[in-house]
């Protein structure tokens, strides 16, 4: 599979893959409040749009994830690994000293994941997804808080 992907730069006139950005942040408002003003990547395997990742800065110095997603018919084969990399790559390139990456205390896969690919824990947010989302969102069983 993987010899077939491109990742490459949304440009601004190509459509928003919604579906895709909706499987990680399930706001639409929230996504909204943050798509516009960064850089979308796309993962296409003959044509198709099965992946994506978001840069956004936040600071000259710092940049962060806001929204990676992995179709999900296409999840657990590494593509989430590869784009992952491929995130931190572009931000070293584009001269960013710090990347950072959010998620749910629910997110315990994805969790497990930023860590493997090198991210480390260093800090929390309380009560972020209460303040910041109108529905509660469940994950492996157990609230997402913060
Ligand atoms: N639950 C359990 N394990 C997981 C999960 C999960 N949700 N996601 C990844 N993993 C584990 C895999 O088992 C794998 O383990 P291994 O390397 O020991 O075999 C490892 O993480 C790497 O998995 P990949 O195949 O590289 O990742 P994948 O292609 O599945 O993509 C992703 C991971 C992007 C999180 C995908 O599952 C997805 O799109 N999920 C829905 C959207 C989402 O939750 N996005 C992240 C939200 S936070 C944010 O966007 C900043």
Known sequence: MTD???????????PLPYDLLLLA??????IDQYI????IYVANITGT???CYV???KTKETIEIKNISVDSKHQSNGLGTILLN???GTAKSRGYKQIMIGTGNSSVGQ???????GFRIT???PDFFNKHYEEPIIENGIQCRT
């Open 4 to 14: 077939q992907l491109e990742i490459k730069e949304l440009t601004k006139t190509d």
């Open 25 to 30: 942040d399930p706001s639409r408002k929230n």
């Open 36 to 39: 516009f003003n960064s850089t």
């Open 49 to 51: 749009t099965i992946g």
């Open 55 to 57: 840069l956004h800065e």
């Open 86 to 88: 491929h995130a931190i």
């Open 111 to 117: 969790l497990y994941l930023y860590q493997k690919v």
């Open 123 to 125: 800090g929390i947010l």
